[in-house]
């Protein structure tokens, strides 16, 4: 027989209640009452999530974190259920979702648990990315947990997310703090036998970005910087495809843009991200004509 959320809350209400009134000279029994009171919230969130009420099981959570916090004086086990209250509001209420991670975060950097914070300050971005769609904090929480992640010495997730934010950051229009970190990772990776083959890719997306700026003269430099990097990059689709497209640009030839993509679309598609940097570029080109004409 399935547990009643509802009933359990009442008992935790009562228990709580009943430790925080009158005198005691055992505080161990108030302390019983209150880690009491704790549990049975915890039972009352685990059994609406059963019922998919997911709202009032991130409250519940919640109320057990308090008395964690506040009565119990354990800031570790508050925390692990802030993350509980997390999971449970994501999908219906992601506000208090990254607010509940928000508060175990501080908790783990407080105690130097920088891994931990990295890996939950990397789902917090990742709800502000996609069911807040706020990329300006997405990036700013990718950028955290990429610095952390880097200063515990686990360069792979921190690359991965310098990675992310440099994506955000070229959708933001902020392009040379784009290109700054898909350089960093492509830095990184020329060295490391399973990356290397990866490197082609950030180079791609660096180029694009040096064009977004509309400098034709930092985009060439840029393409014989990667070029002398890594000289295989030189016989690349990626290398031609950039090439190309500098040369249309110079010649404000929006044709020549257009067909160079089509051409390459057809061996390597075109992600939505690549996609929408080119408009942005074909329109850079749209303009000059304009200007000039």
Not at 101 to 122: P, V
Not at 182 to 187: H, L, N, P, S
Not at 239 to 266: H, I, S
Request: aromatic share 10%; with cysteine.
């Amino acid at each position: 027989m399935a547990l009643d959320p509802r009933s359990l809350i009442q008992k935790a209400e009562k228990t709580l209640q009943s430790a925080s009134g009158g005198f005691s000279f055992f505080s161990s029994g108030k302390e019983d009452k209150y880690q009491t009171a704790a549990d049975l919230y915890i039972q009352a969130a685990n059994a609406f999530k059963l019922n998919r009420e997911n709202k009032e099981a991130g409250q519940a959570f919640e109320k057990a974190a308090v008395i964690h916090m506040d009565k119990l004086n354990e800031p570790d086990d508050a925390a692990n259920v802030m993350v509980d209250a997390f999971k449970v509001y994501r999908k219906d209420s992601p506000q208090d979702a990254v607010r509940c991670l928000d508060a175990a975060i501080r908790q783990y950097t407080s105690k130097g648990n920088f891994r931990r914070a990295a890996s939950h300050k990397e789902n917090q971005a990742d709800v502000y990315e996609n069911e807040l769609l706020d990329r300006k904090r997405a990036l700013e929480c990718y950028e955290s947990a990429a610095q952390w992640y880097e200063g515990d010495n686990a360069m792979a997730l921190a690359n991965k997310l310098w990675l992310k934010v440099a994506d955000i950051a070229a959708l933001e229009g902020d392009y040379y703090r784009a290109i700054e970190n898909y350089d960093k990772v492509a830095d990184a990776s020329l060295g490391n036998n399973l990356m290397k083959y990866s490197v082609k890719e950030y180079f791609l997306k660096a180029g694009i970005c040096v064009l977004a700026t509309k400098d034709l003269v930092s985009t060439r430099r840029n393409l014989e910087r990667y070029r002398e990097k890594d000289p295989s990059f030189a016989g690349t689709r990626e290398n031609q495809l950039l090439m190309d497209l500098t040369d249309a640009f110079e010649e404000q030839n929006q044709e020549k843009f257009t067909a160079t993509l089509f051409q390459y679309d057809q061996m390597s598609r075109l992600d939505k991200w690549k996609t929408e940097i080119m408009v942005r570029i074909k329109n850079n080109i749209e303009e000059a004509d304009n200007e000039f004409s």
